[in-house]
């Protein structure tokens, strides 16, 4: 063997060395020097494992030495950028990673290091732009891959166990922990997946991707005033990303930036005419605003971009008013025929062709793409329909007359609070706008701060261990009374007309009105109630955005049914004449008789207006959107009667409740119930 072939042959064993043993590393280097003093790549593995071995000095030495030697090098000036960083001259250590990559573009390790001495020197919007670019440049690990495939296969478990082993021989491994959250947050876990996300931005400040999806994560929990910045820093860098841009408009939206938000989407739609994700979001907002005409041709541009786009077929369907042509139909069963067995976007052509179906009143053939859809939407959820049923049996044992009677006069004495609460559909957006026409009450939307105080609980430590809603046994009145406050400044930034009172219309409070009731003792609560089997049916062919888990199986949508109402009967024994309800279908019967009844439990005037909520040009961000902008109207209430023959499961689970429905209206006392006075 020559003299060559033989250093060549021990270098290559040094160098398997350099990550378990430097220090073995860093003689066999010296070995082969004393042999063959000027070879390169034994000086360069020297060099190496010096500063492993925390000798910034000596590889300093060598590194510029060789610099002068091989100027040409791009992997020498990373090494010698890393001495110097490890010596502390970051000045140095940055010049020389521009100079490596000066040589070579594409040496990722490069851009990473000198992202890292951007953000030592407070240059973020540089250091995120060479993160950039390191990112496109990095695979992420292939001990990844089957992790990233079994996740795509919704096998959470397996891609779980995987991701946390390659963490254990990797901990800072930002592509793993990315992973970790994607698992946490497609499970529910929206803490789990924050944390992860968090940890991948400390440990790699620049990780755009880390960012977008914890800007995602925190919007999707209305958390907008952490959620803008991180979109501002993400724009910094990369500001045409259509992506950045459609989230911060969404974000802006949710604080009543509606005209900002307006105005930003028409220039990314202006700019970006091919994007189909950016024109459905244009579509829904004006939705919102009831520009129907324009919410239509967007989700029809968005077609013209991507044909087979689901979502922009049921952003039409969405709409409620809207009619889908025989053309339309054609074009939706020829994009099934050809897209997955499973996915989001069949999921939304099966739920779009099957309201286009029932409009043509062909309910047998409508009724089978819902079923489809919502099965195929179901595959996708965990949900356990006896943990609710515990849950409320939990509430039930609390909350009980002494329980409230202990409390009496705690929390805040103001009114501003309505909250509507009740299952979807129910006619809830209805009852919103109607208040919202009133002259003291501003129209919000569906409101996170009570689920919000109530995961804070969840996580509450408690010496006793107890869970939520026991957890509230334990509270005194002054965290009672916090509480109270925290919600009312919570919600201060979505009410941008500072009327006196304001609606908050996240329905599954329902499950929370014990904790509400000691908030706020004198506020509003509205039951918003409809027929089981119209209320039921209507959830299960209406796929949500997030959330309603519960929706997609007739099942158990009778049972979560049950729960509420048994919830219910049961606030209503411990806690007489609370809660104020309003049945659909007589609100459509006799409108005015239930608007001056809603109106004096909530203490205010009758106004006529309420009468014309649909005149009202409020921004309404829920699926009745369009609904509620024509005067009321029976068509709906009897809908379900056409799929009377496939709701058996449905109706098994709810027993009794169809036979009870509609409850008889209870005689008026002195103009109808009030809030209870505490």
């Not at 509230?472 to 941008?496: M, N």
């Not at 959830?539 to 509420?564: I, V």
Request: with cysteine; charged share 25%.
């Amino acid at each position: 063997m020559s003299p060559s072939a033989s250093a060549d042959l021990a270098l290559m064993r040094a160098a398997m060395l350099l990550e378990s043993d430097p220090a073995a590393a860093a003689r066999h280097a010296s070995d082969i020097l004393a042999s063959s003093p000027g070879h390169e790549e034994a000086n360069l593995l020297l060099a190496t494992a010096c500063r492993r071995l925390g000798d910034a000095a000596t590889a300093t030495g060598v590194l510029e030495s060789l610099s002068k030697a091989h100027p040409a090098s791009p992997v020498i000036q990373l090494e010698l950028g890393r001495a110097y960083a490890a010596a502390g001259r970051g000045a140095e250590a940055l010049a020389a990673f521009q100079r490596a990559v000066g040589l070579d573009a594409g040496l990722a390790d490069a851009w990473r290091e000198m992202a890292a001495q951007r953000f030592l020197a407070g240059e973020t919007l540089l250091g995120d732009a060479a993160y950039l670019n390191y990112s496109r440049l990095a695979p992420d690990p292939p001990e990844l891959i089957d992790a990233k495939v079994a996740l795509g296969a919704d096998r959470l478990d397996a891609a779980e166990a995987m991701v946390r082993q390659h963490l254990r021989q990797a901990p800072r491994d930002v592509a793993a922990l990315r992973l970790l959250a994607d698992v946490a947050a497609r499970r529910g876990d929206r803490p789990e997946a924050e944390r992860c996300l968090t940890q991948c931005l400390e440990l790699a400040p620049g990780n755009a991707a880390a960012r977008h999806e914890l800007a995602r994560l925190l919007y999707r929990q209305e958390r907008i005033a952490e959620t803008l910045p991180l979109i501002e820093r993400l724009l910094a860098a990369e500001p045409r990303n259509t992506s950045y841009l459609s989230l911060k408009a969404q974000a802006m939206r949710l604080v009543g930036r509606t005209a900002e938000s307006i105005a930003l989407m028409e220039s990314v739609v202006a700019d970006f005419p091919d994007d189909a994700q950016a024109w459905l979001i244009f579509g829904n907002l004006m939705r919102e605003v009831g520009e129907q005409a324009r919410a239509i041709e967007a989700f029809r541009r968005s077609l013209t971009a991507q044909p087979g786009f689901g979502e922009a077929y049921w952003a039409l369907a969405n709409l409620k008013t809207f009619r889908f042509t025989d053309g339309d139909m054609e074009s939706m069963q020829r994009q099934l025929e050809l897209s997955p067995a499973s996915g989001s976007s069949r999921i939304h052509l099966e739920f779009a062709l099957g309201k286009a179906l029932e409009d043509a009143e062909r309910f047998a053939a409508s009724f089978d793409h819902y079923a489809r859809g919502a099965g195929l939407q179901r595959a996708t959820m965990a949900y356990d329909p006896s943990a609710t049923t515990a849950y409320t049996q939990r509430s039930k044992a609390l909350y009980t007359e002494r329980f409230f009677a202990d409390r009496s006069g705690w929390g805040d004495g103001r009114t501003d609070p309505i909250f509507i609460i009740g299952l979807p559909r129910c006619g809830s957006t209805l009852l919103e706008q109607i208040l919202a026409s009133h002259s003291q009450i501003e129209g919000t939307r569906e409101l996170p701060d009570v689920p919000a105080i109530v995961m804070q609980l969840f996580s509450r430590p408690n010496p006793d261990s107890s869970e939520y809603p026991e957890s509230l046994a334990s509270l005194g009145r002054a965290e009672i009374e916090a509480l109270a406050a925290r919600y009312l400044a919570g919600t201060e930034v979505r009410r941008p007309l500072r009327l006196p009172r304001f609606v908050d219309k996240m329905l599954g409070n329902f499950s929370h009105l014990g904790l509400i009731h000691l908030m706020f003792p004198r506020a509003a609560i509205i039951d918003a109630r409809r027929h089981p089997l119209g209320c039921g049916f209507s959830c299960y062919k209406q796929l949500f955005a997030q959330g309603m888990n519960y929706s997609y199986d007739l099942g158990e949508l009778g049972l979560y049914y049950r729960d509420y109402f048994d919830l219910m009967e049961h606030i209503d024994a411990v806690l007489p004449g609370r809660v104020h309800r309003v049945h659909y279908e007589q609100l459509v019967e006799d409108p005015e008789s239930e608007v001056r009844r809603l109106l004096d439990y909530c203490r205010l005037p009758f106004e006529a207006e309420c009468l014309r909520f649909y005149e009202n040009r409020r921004a309404v961000q829920t699926i009745s959107s369009e609904q509620v902008r024509r005067p009321i109207y029976s068509d709906a209430v009897d809908q379900w009667r056409h799929y009377e023959p496939w709701l058996g499961p449905l109706k098994d689970a709810l027993g009794d409740l169809v036979d009870q429905y509609p409850v008889p209206k209870r005689p008026k006392r002195n103009g109808g119930p009030k809030p209870a006075v505490i």
